[in-house]
Nanobody, 122 residues
Framework: QVQLVESGGGLVQAGDSLRLSCAAS????????MGWFRQAPGKEREFVAA????????NYADSAKGRFTISRDNAKNTEYLQMNSMQPEETSDYYC???????????????WGQGTHVTVSS
């Protein structure tokens, strides 16, 4: 059973940067893909970014391309999401996920964290 714990959320102003972290524990040796998703109030959860085990493949939502960077440190069992030039509409709960394929399809992910909240003020 993989446990995922996100951290790094908080309040930032529009245009600011923020880095989220996700620490994994328990059964991580077989983890292939890790991803980030977000859910804004009243909206469905959406894909943000994903990365393969060796960091050779990175997948981004169109909204994240050019501003967000996903990375991982397998030695630390941790993944990161660097978010730059954040906008108020990106206020959401951000979730990390562990799964079988670094794709946008949420069904490819088997384990989820509890989420960390990010508020972007205008």
């Amino acid at each position: 059973q993989v446990q995922l714990v996100e951290s790094g959320g908080g309040l930032v102003q529009a245009g600011d940067s923020l880095r989220l972290s996700c620490a994994a524990s328990g059964g991580t040796s077989s983890s292939y893909a890790m991803g980030w998703f977000r859910q804004a109030p009243g909206k469905e959860r959406e894909f943000v970014a994903a990365i393969s085990w060796g960091s050779t493949f990175r997948n981004y939502a169109d909204s994240a391309k050019g501003r967000f960077t996903i990375s991982r440190d397998n030695a630390k069992n941790t993944e990161y999401l660097q978010m730059n030039s954040m906008q108020p509409e990106e206020t959401s709960d951000y979730y990390c996920a562990d799964g079988r394929s670094p794709r946008a399809n949420q069904r490819k992910y088997d384990y989820w964290g509890q989420g960390t909240h990010v508020t972007v003020s205008s």
